[in-house]
């Protein structure tokens, strides 16, 4: 087998541990979820199509994130996730994002179509927060501030500039997955793709590193989520779950110093956050929307096509990404 792409031993049962845990008390946690009356408010939507396709989902449990972050996190820990700084501050990321979104969550049942934190306030503290886990993850690096290339497999080193682009890696990544999030099954499908990608793609910064436990743990939590989350759902991931579980990918993808990777085996996250940026701006600048509704799934879905229809064909967009990313790690 090549030395580009490896898949060890470890990673798969700890992938299959964290997959089976979160898939076996994935329907005790809903119902406790229901208990604690943690369900989906109801959203008045600015457009009457997507409106009416998303009728059907207030009143479903949400903040499901929790139980994927927990199983992930306790996978992680009997797995050797800790072993080293560079894990610990995985688990910064995760924890500290999630509870960036668990608090945005909690503030959405203030009332109907509550919105939760405002978006300055937000970026704010994931920016602060980004900075913090950036130098952290600098300061442990074996290499700090050294970055694979697509296009060369010397790679690159940037100094301490590495510390403000990796703290935008995290918060990019972690937006990106709470935007795709909007339909059943889609982010954690999208999420266990990539995250998966990371595994097969054997960075010399990741094998045997805790890095590679952290991307099992979390992209199996994430497989064994959609049993309960898959279309109809019975439980969403909430904000706590989506920018816990971004912030998640993107700190893995710096501890394989791998972040530029993103752009082809996260593809479909690039593509749901630059939707969003290209309407905003063509809404403000000149007046005019570009897509029917953003983020990008709902253009398609106002557009007619089915959501569990749409929700696959956007998981086989991100693998032929990330079969494209592989492809051109090899042939570099």
Not at 113 to 141: D, M
Request: glycine share 14%.
């Amino acid at each position: 087998m090549s030395a580009t792409i490896q898949l060890f031993g470890r990673e798969c049962l700890i992938f299959l541990a964290s997959s089976a845990v979160c898939a076996a008390a994935g329907p005790s946690f809903v119902r406790w979820l229901r208990g604690a009356r943690w369900l989906q408010p109801e959203r008045h939507e600015d457009c009457p199509s997507l409106q009416k396709t998303q009728a059907g989902k207030s009143g479903t449990p949400t903040m499901g994130g929790l139980l994927v972050l927990g199983v992930a996190v306790a996978v992680a820990a009997f797995s050797g996730g800790f072993s080293s700084r560079s894990g610990w501050m995985i688990f910064a990321a995760v924890a500290g994002f999630g509870a960036i979104g668990w608090i945005d969550d909690l503030l959405k049942f203030r009332g109907p179509n509550g919105r939760g934190l405002r978006t300055w306030p937000k970026l704010v503290a994931s920016f602060g927060l980004g900075i913090v886990l950036a130098w952290g993850l600098y300061a442990c690096a074996d290499r700090p501030g050294h970055m694979d290339l697509p296009w060369d497999e010397r790679g690159m080193s940037v100094g301490a500039a590495w510390i403000p682009f990796a703290a935008l890696v995290m918060v990019g990544a972690s937006h990106a997955v709470n935007l795709t999030d909007g339909m059943d099954g889609l982010a954690a499908g999208c999420l266990v793709v990539t995250l998966s990608a990371f595994l097969l793609g054997g960075f010399a910064a990741f094998r045997g590193s805790p890095a590679a436990v952290w991307a099992a743990a979390l992209a199996g939590a994430c497989a064994g989520f959609l049993w309960i989350n898959s279309y109809p759902a019975s439980v969403f991931l909430g904000d706590v779950g989506a920018i816990g579980l971004g912030a998640g990918l993107g700190a893995v993808s710096l501890a394989a110093e791998a972040p530029l990777w993103l752009l082809l085996l996260g593809g479909i996250f690039v593509a749901e956050a630059l939707s969003v940026m290209a309407q905003v701006a063509s809404f403000k600048w000149f007046g005019r929307r570009i897509f029917r509704v953003a983020p990008l799934h709902h253009h398609f879905q106002v557009g007619g096509i089915p959501e569990p229809k749409l929700v696959v064909r956007f998981w086989l967009a991100n693998l032929a990404l990330v079969l494209a990313g592989l492809a051109l790690k090899e042939m570099r």
